[in-house]
C-alpha cells in the first residue's frame, strides 16, 4: 500500500469510519453505483426524478406551440380578418420560443439552487 493510501485509511479509521482499503480507491462513479445497488428503491426514485424532468420538458414545449397556434389563429380571424398562414406561422415560432424560455427557466430552478 502506497504512502498515500496509508493516509486516506488512517483518516478514515480516525473519524470513526470502517471501511476496507479496497472501497477507499473506488472512484465516485463506483461510489454511486455501489449505493444504488444496495438501495434499489433509491435507484428507482432517481428514474422516476429524471422521467418527471424530461415529461415536464415536452409539456411545457408542446403547451407554449400550441397557445401560439391558437394565437396565430385567432388573431388572423378576429382581428385581421383574413385568412392566410403568415400571422399562424408567427404565432407558432413565438410558442417554439416560448416554450424555449420556459425550459430554460425550469431547468435552471431544478438543477442550480
Known amino acids: 500500500m502506497s504512502e498515500t493510501e496509508k493516509l486516506v485509511v488512517s483518516d478514515h ?3 470513526g469510519h470502517k471501511q476496507n482499503p479496497e472501497e477507499v480507491n473506488m472512484s465516485a462513479f463506483e461510489s454511486i453505483k455501489k449505493k444504488n445497488s444496495e438501495n434499489p428503491a433509491r435507484e428507482y426514485s432517481n428514474v422516476l426524478g429524471m422521467m418527471s424532468i ?6 411545457t414545449m408542446i ?17 385581421i380578418h383574413k385568412t392566410s398562414a403568415v400571422y399562424v ?9 416560448a416554450g ?3 425550459v430554460y427557466k425550469n431547468i435552471l430552478k431544478k438543477f442550480i439552487k
Not at 424530461?54 to 409539456?59: D, Y
Open 63 to 79: 403547451a407554449c406551440v400550441i397557445v401560439g397556434l391558437f394565437a396565430g389563429v385567432a388573431f388572423e380571424k378576429y382581428v
Open 54 to 59: 424530461v415529461s415536464n420538458i415536452g409539456f
Open 89 to 97: 406561422v408567427i404565432g407558432s415560432l413565438l410558442g417554439v420560443a
Open 100 to 102: 424555449f424560455i420556459s
Open 13 to 15: 479509521e480516525k473519524k
